[in-house]
């Protein structure tokens, strides 16, 4: 079975700190992708990656950045936390699309990430 | 771009009725189509997909979702609701091309006894 894990289940932090959130797949998937979840709102991807190194931006970026160093992990940064971050993260992995549309995503159990 | 509505950001059934979740795509061509369920403080599961193989795509824990091309819909379906269905499910679909998933803003399904 494909297993997605983060580093965290409950997070709780301060305005104005660097927070990370780790995630780690274990099925050799090329993408990785980071969304946050808010009642009401759904899903919004904030940034996804295709590969090492290589990142996009997703519909909501703006105070965040990632870093993907090895296949497998894939982090999502908050590089100064504020409480409009307040949610939920969820991070999720996939073979590529290409060839392969039908493939789905496999998510992690989330991050809930609380900004005081 | 693509969007994806549904209907209803909660539905309530009784245990036994049956289930209906609504979902329609805006594309004019159809996407990839997607149906993922979230249990209470857990992350998403996959429920069923649309492959073009059939029209009527039949997933885990007895649901089933219909592909309209006609109303561009896709909506889920479970003949008898269990309590334990309660849980807030996404529809989601993907452009011909791209990896990345356009969800919708789910809907919570509440099962009273």
């Known amino acids: 079975d494909v297993k997605v894990t983060q580093s965290s289940r409950y997070l709780v932090k301060r305005t104005g700190e660097k927070v990370f959130l780790e995630c780690v797949q274990d099925?050799?998937?090329?993408?990785m992708f980071w969304y946050r979840q808010d009642p009401g709102l759904g899903l919004r991807l904030i940034y996804f990656?295709?590969?090492?190194?290589?990142?996009e931006k997703g519909d909501i970026p703006e105070g965040y950045s990632v870093s993907r160093e090895k296949k497998e992990r894939f982090s999502l940064i908050l590089e100064s936390a504020s409480t409009n971050q307040t949610s939920m993260y969820l991070c999720?992995?996939?073979?590529?699309?290409?060839?392969?549309?039908?493939?789905?995503?496999?998510f992690g159990p989330g991050t809930r990430l609380t900004v005081l | 771009a693509q969007s994806v509505t549904q209907l209803g950001s909660h539905v309530s059934v009784s245990e036994g009725a049956l289930v209906l979740l609504r979902c329609n795509y805006s594309s004019s061509v159809p996407p990839y189509l997607f149906w993922y369920v979230q249990y209470p403080n857990q992350g998403l599961q996959l429920l069923l997909k649309?492959?073009?193989?059939?029209?009527l795509v039949k997933g885990i824990n007895g649901f089933e979702a219909e592909f309209k091309k006609s109303e561009t819909s896709f909506h889920l379906t479970k003949p008898s609701a269990h309590m334990s269905d309660a849980a807030e499910y996404f529809c989601a679909v993907r452009d011909s091309g791209y990896s990345t998933l356009t969800f919708g803003k789910g809907t919570m399904l509440l099962v009273s006894p």
């Open positions: 990656s295709y590969d090492v190194k290589m990142k």
């Open positions: 999720a992995s996939s073979p590529p699309a290409s060839g392969r549309p039908y493939n789905e995503q496999f």
């Open positions: 649309y492959t073009s193989a059939a029209t």
């Open positions: 099925m050799d998937h090329e993408n």
